[in-house]
């Protein structure tokens, strides 16, 4: 079992678990067409979101290889939700897990996709002891690319219409990193 200790502070954000209070805030981007274009989830009401913090959205501790941790990304300097992260435990023979993110429209181009996604790296390698993270990206998800590909994640495939996605066929990308080539936080450079 690995119980994260919450919240995750970096230099413009603190991660931590999800409750009931955050509905309001999640609901302004997890309503948004736009938004929510490239997550496995279509565009949630109010009713919609709160299921979902009671269920897998609130699960803040790893208890066994499969399980999931959302955190919601809470800007510092003002205490507003801006976003919400995932890291998935997906076996502890190998040692992977995955990434995931979706962050409020208005927040665009400050960087803090790529700073919550290096302090769930930091989780991921060091307080799970991963090998592997993988980030498996939409290709018209250009800006997600960039995120994961600025914190050194390596492209390592590109599926031709692999998924059945929101009514048509997707290519996906796959990106990874290993425990080995992570570079810790403070040496990522800032984004552009």
């Known amino acids: 079992m690995v119980h994260p200790h919450y919240p995750i502070r970096t ?8 409750t009931s209070a955050d509905a309001d805030a999640m609901l302004e981007y997890k309503s948004d067409p736009d938004v929510v274009r490239y997550v ?3 565009v949630l009401d109010r009713d919609g979101v709160e299921r979902r913090i009671g269920s897998a959205w609130g699960r803040s501790v790893f208890d066994a ?9 809470e800007e510092t300097a003002t205490g ?12 502890e023979k190998d040692r992977s897990g995955e990434v995931g993110y979706i962050f ?4 665009r181009g400050r960087g803090y996709a790529g700073e919550a996604v290096a302090a769930l790296l930091d989780l991921g390698f060091g307080g799970l002891g991963l090998h592997r993270i993988v980030a498996r990206i939409n290709e018209l998800n250009e800006a997600s690319a960039r995120v994961v590909e600025r914190l050194g994640f390596r ?22 990193l290993l425990e080995q080539e992570w570079v810790p936080r403070s040496q990522i450079p800032p984004a552009r």
Do not use: Q
């Open 65 to 73: 290889p499969g399980d999931a941790v959302c955190l919601g990304v």
């Open 104 to 107: 409020h429209p208005g927040v």
């Open 155 to 176: 492209r390592e495939a590109r599926t031709v219409e692999s998924i059945w996605f929101k009514g048509g066929w997707a290519t996906m990308l796959e990106y990874a």
């Open 11 to 18: 230099d413009r954000l603190a991660l931590r678990p999800i």
């Open 40 to 42: 496995p989830y279509d």
């Open 80 to 91: 507003r939700l801006v976003g919400d992260v995932v890291l998935f435990w997906h076996s």
